[in-house]
């Protein structure tokens, strides 16, 4: 069973940073994609950031820049660093996941396609 498990929110000032972790398990680390979304109250799920097993990256023009997706293969971990916060970038964060070949961070960030999610992470960004 993929189990995905996010923490590193928080509540931060404007400006400032935070780095959230998505730790996974289940699956084999070295054939997988896994994406990070975001969903304020009384918004639609929102795409942040996605990297593949391949090292392929993608973001949304409205956060490169900002936010920088990398995964530590040896502790099956994927982390989302993000600087610069915004009160607008208040939200819970969840990352999810999909096994590897045939398909690409291009196809699922566009679907939302994934097979397992995390239950998530609150980031609150006061100013």
């Known amino acids: 069973e993929v189990q995905l498990v996010e923490s590193g929110g928080g509540l931060v000032q404007t400006g400032g940073s935070l780095r959230l972790s998505c730790a996974a398990s289940g699956f084999t680390f070295a054939d997988y994609h896994i994406g990070w979304f975001r969903q304020a109250p009384g918004k639609e799920r929102e795409r942040v950031s996605c990297?593949?097993?391949?090292?392929?990256?993608w973001y949304p023009n409205s956060l490169k820049g900002r936010f920088t997706i990398s995964s530590d293969n040896a502790v099956n971990t994927v982390y989302l660093q993000m600087n610069s916060l915004k009160s607008e970038d208040t939200a819970v964060y969840y990352c999810a996941w999909q096994s590897g070949p045939g398909t690409s961070c291009l196809w699922l960030m566009a679907t939302m396609d994934f097979g397992a999610w995390g239950q998530g992470t609150q980031v609150t960004v006061s100013s």
């Open positions: 990297i593949s097993y391949d090292g392929t990256k």
